[in-house]
């Protein structure tokens, strides 16, 4: 009986995968949407309908200090928006732009990603941007958890990175909260908005 009961959890752990697999293969090819479900929040494609919510943030300029983007006028937030729908009807499908909503109301209240460096890469970079009203509530770290199980699960990726600029220790506390190891320090390895930054570097394996 131990046996038998040992090779049916074998069976529905292997049923269980294919289905994970089958799943990814079709987001993957465009032919379904992409939609990860936490205790509070839900992380789907972007849609036309989510340019007010995205540009209260990306308008900012305080919010978007330490990127390379913003602020952002009504037209960049526009594009964003278009250019992150075409990214999600590509195929084969290899970045995962995703807005992040709460699962009680539907409101969204940033976006996350995760992205392979190339199209067959087993390396993903991995970030996250979140509306100052909902910081400090825990949900940049779990969107980009679930990100980050989507990533070695679905993807089977092998390991994933995020940076931040080294000023930017909100950023560099996700990272950590999440398990992610800081890997390096680069001194003034790019220039933005007028100034050399340096940029933090984590990583954690699958």
Same mark, same amino acid.
């Given at each position: 009986? /131990?046996?038998?009961?040992?090779r049916?959890r074998?069976? =529905?752990? /292997?049923? =269980?995968?294919?289905k994970?697999?089958?799943?990814?293969?079709?987001?993957? &090819?465009?032919?379904?949407?992409?939609?990860?479900?936490?205790?509070?929040?839900?992380? =789907?494609?972007?849609?036309?309908?989510?340019?007010a919510a995205?540009h209260?943030?990306?308008?900012i300029?305080e919010?978007?200090?330490?990127? &390379?983007?913003?602020?952002?006028?009504?037209?960049?937030t526009?594009k964003?928006? &278009?250019?992150?729908m075409?990214?999600?009807?590509?195929?084969?499908?290899?970045?995962?732009?995703?807005?992040? +909503?709460? &699962?009680? @109301?539907?409101?969204?209240?940033?976006g996350?990603?995760i992205?392979?460096? @190339?199209?067959?890469?087993a390396v993903?970079?991995?970030?996250?941007?979140?509306?100052?009203?909902?910081?400090?509530?825990?949900?940049?770290?779990?969107?980009?958890?679930?990100?980050?199980n989507?990533?070695?699960?679905?993807m089977?990726?092998s390991?994933?990175?995020? +940076?931040?600029?080294?000023?930017?220790?909100?950023?560099?506390?996700?990272m950590?909260?999440?398990?992610? /190891?800081?890997?390096?320090?680069?001194?003034?390895?790019?220039?933005?908005?007028g100034?050399?930054?340096?940029?933090?570097?984590?990583?954690?394996?699958?």
């Amino acid at each position: 009986w /131990k046996t038998l009961a040992l090779r049916l959890r074998e069976i =529905r752990e /292997k049923l =269980r995968k294919n289905k994970l697999n089958y799943l990814y293969q079709a987001i993957k &090819a465009g032919i379904m949407t992409l939609l990860l479900k936490t205790e509070r929040l839900v992380l =789907r494609d972007f849609q036309p309908g989510d340019f007010a919510a995205v540009h209260a943030y990306a308008a900012i300029p305080e919010f978007s200090r330490f990127e &390379a983007w913003g602020p952002n006028t009504p037209e960049d937030t526009r594009k964003y928006i &278009a250019d992150m729908m075409t990214q999600a009807s590509q195929n084969p499908r290899w970045k995962f732009e995703l807005a992040i +909503t709460l &699962a009680n @109301s539907g409101q969204l209240i940033g976006g996350s990603g995760i992205r392979r460096e @190339s199209q067959e890469s087993a390396v993903a970079n991995l970030g996250w941007a979140v509306n100052s009203d909902f910081q400090r509530q825990g949900f940049a770290t779990e969107a980009a958890q679930a990100l980050i199980n989507f990533g070695f699960k679905q993807m089977g990726l092998s390991l994933i990175y995020a +940076t931040c600029d080294a000023r930017n220790q909100a950023s560099s506390r996700v990272m950590e909260k999440l398990g992610m /190891k800081r890997v390096g320090l680069l001194i003034g390895d790019r220039e933005q908005k007028g100034e050399k930054r340096d940029t933090l570097r984590y990583e954690i394996l699958g």
